[in-house]
């Protein structure tokens, strides 16, 4: 809901749209009463549809996090920061490297303390990064697409149409990803 105040900034009303505040049609001029009322000019207008496609942007990079969240919930902090080497290492114990303490450190240790074979670790890493990647480069499209069809919303309905899209079309990466 969009609010207009009076010249005091004492609310006056709210609409639920833009558009709906040009059919108001409230006096742009002084009319004499103190607490307007006053009509928003069409550059006010597009300051706040500006401020709402910023809005809407920042709502779609708000849930490109949460998605991405949702991907790394159940690991810390200390083993996400690692997961780059980590890739580096599988992928070059995957190529036939011999697995050694040196030159892959995270590896041995994780293969160390759970009980697997550096080789059966690495494919697993190397699965789990693979995943990871896809998700990001969906998120990151999808983050992309929604921007543009938001700068290219000319209304209400179409900023809308962008979110709801954007949602849509993550929810159901999402549930690609994750399955």
């Given at each position: 809901?969009?609010?207009?105040?009076?010249?005091?900034?004492?609310?006056?009303?709210?609409?639920?749209?833009?558009?709906?505040?040009?059919?108001?049609?409230?006096?742009?001029?002084?009319?004499?009463?103190?607490?307007?009322?006053?009509?928003?000019?069409?550059?006010?207008?597009?300051?706040?549809?500006?401020?709402?496609?910023?809005a809407a942007k920042a709502a779609v990079i708000a849930e490109a996090d949460a998605y991405a969240a949702r991907l790394t919930s159940g690991y810390s902090k200390a083993e996400q920061d690692g997961w780059t080497a980590k890739a580096i290492?599988?992928?070059?114990?995957?190529?036939?490297?011999?697995?050694?303490?040196?030159?892959?450190?995270?590896?041995?240790?994780?293969?160390?303390?759970?009980?697997?074979?550096?080789?059966?670790?690495?494919?697993?890493?190397?699965?789990?990064?693979?995943?990871?990647?896809?998700?990001?480069?969906?998120?990151?499209?999808?983050?992309?697409?929604?921007?543009?069809?938001?700068?290219?919303?000319?209304?209400?309905?179409?900023?809308?149409?962008?979110?709801?899209?954007?949602?849509?079309?993550?929810?159901?990466?999402?549930?690609?990803?994750?399955?």
């Open positions: 809901m969009l609010e207009f105040q009076d010249r005091h900034g004492a609310v006056r009303g709210t609409v639920a749209k833009i558009e709906d505040l040009e059919v108001l049609n409230l006096s742009a001029e002084d009319t004499g009463d103190p607490d307007g009322p006053y009509r928003l000019a069409p550059t006010a207008l597009a300051l706040l549809f500006a401020r709402r496609r910023a290492e599988a992928r070059e114990i995957a190529l036939g490297a011999l697995p050694s303490s040196e030159r892959h450190p995270q590896i041995m240790a994780a293969a160390w303390f759970c009980g697997r074979s550096p080789a059966d670790l690495a494919a697993s890493v190397l699965a789990k990064a693979e995943r990871l990647a896809r998700a990001a480069g969906a998120i990151d499209g999808i983050r992309q697409a929604a921007f543009a069809a938001i700068d290219a919303a000319a209304d209400e309905e179409a900023l809308e149409r962008a979110l709801a899209e954007a949602r849509a079309t993550a929810e159901a990466a999402f549930a690609a990803v994750a399955a």
